[in-house]
């Protein structure tokens, strides 16, 4: 697989610098094409800065639809020749001109145990609703919002004291740890898709 990603990014983007540091740091076998803000407050286009990575703006408001903005932003990883899209803090649904153009080639990151608490606030979602555990998702992306095929999970403990802020921090730290693990498990291949199920193949699993 063409292992030159494109991040997509809303904000804040320690997502986006976990992915940068696993690269530098060799876990993640991959480079970074361009980071993608449709703000232009985004913390994270500092952050690709600093890293050397292109950056651009496109900024959905500069649209007349999500379809056009979508056409954009499919456009522009196209002629960078990216390979695998990673949404990471982009706060925006995925049209069809960006989902035709990346089948199964666009990955998100939910700090939830989907299909539970999808959306916003998952985190305040599973302290309101009283899980014990929670978690990390990596999945692909469908149209449907937090709902695409799962790469991987990685659980959580919620505990009795925890606020919206401490449970937050603790998902985070393993986002951080997710999200190169599972971009690499995508690159490497050696998987499918059947119905709502990603399957690795045995020789891929173990290796
Ligand atoms: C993360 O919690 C991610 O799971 C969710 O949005 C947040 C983005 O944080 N989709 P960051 O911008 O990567 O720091």
């Given at each position: 697989?063409?292992?030159?990603?494109?991040?997509?990014?809303?904000?804040?983007?320690?997502?986006?610098?976990?992915?940068?540091?696993?690269?530098?740091?060799?876990?993640?076998?991959?480079?970074?094409?361009?980071?993608?803000?449709?703000?232009a407050?985004?913390?994270?286009?500092?952050?690709?800065?600093?890293?050397?990575?292109e950056?651009?703006?496109?900024?959905h408001?500069?649209?007349?639809?999500?379809f056009?903005?979508?056409?954009?932003?499919?456009?522009?990883?196209?002629?960078?020749?990216?390979?695998?899209?990673?949404?990471?803090?982009?706060?925006?649904?995925?049209?069809?001109?960006?989902?035709d153009?990346?089948?199964?080639?666009?990955?998100?990151?939910?700090?939830?145990?989907?299909?539970?608490?999808?959306?916003?606030?998952?985190?305040?979602?599973?302290?309101?609703?009283?899980?014990?555990?929670?978690?990390?998702?990596?999945?692909?992306?469908?149209?449907?919002?937090?709902?695409?095929?799962?790469?991987?999970?990685?659980?959580?403990?919620?505990?009795?004291?925890?606020?919206?802020?401490?449970?937050?921090?603790?998902?985070?730290?393993?986002?951080?740890?997710?999200?190169?693990?599972?971009?690499?498990?995508?690159?490497?291949?050696?998987?499918?898709?059947?119905?709502?199920?990603?399957?690795?193949?045995?020789?891929?699993?173990?290796?």
């Amino acid at each position: 697989m063409n292992r030159r990603l494109g991040v997509l990014i809303s904000g804040r983007g320690s997502n986006l610098q976990a992915l940068i540091d696993a690269i530098q740091g060799g876990r993640l076998t991959a480079t970074i094409g361009v980071v993608i803000s449709n703000r232009a407050d985004a913390a994270g286009l500092q952050r690709a800065g600093q890293a050397g990575i292109e950056t651009l703006c496109i900024d959905h408001r500069d649209y007349s639809s999500r379809f056009d903005h979508d056409a954009a932003v499919a456009r522009e990883m196209q002629s960078r020749d990216v390979g695998l899209v990673c949404l990471a803090g982009y706060m925006r649904l995925v049209a069809a001109p960006l989902l035709d153009a990346f089948p199964n080639a666009i990955l998100n990151i939910h700090p939830s145990l989907l299909p539970a608490f999808p959306g916003v606030d998952a985190q305040r979602q599973a302290i309101e609703h009283g899980t014990k555990v929670s978690g990390v998702t990596v999945h692909l992306v469908t149209a449907e919002l937090d709902n695409g095929p799962i790469i991987i999970q990685r659980t959580v403990p919620v505990h009795d004291d925890d606020t919206v802020e401490t449970l937050s921090a603790r998902i985070l730290a393993e986002e951080h740890r997710a999200y190169p693990d599972a971009v690499q498990t995508v690159l490497d291949g050696g998987w499918r898709v059947i119905g709502r199920r990603f399957l690795r193949s045995a020789s891929a699993a173990s290796g």
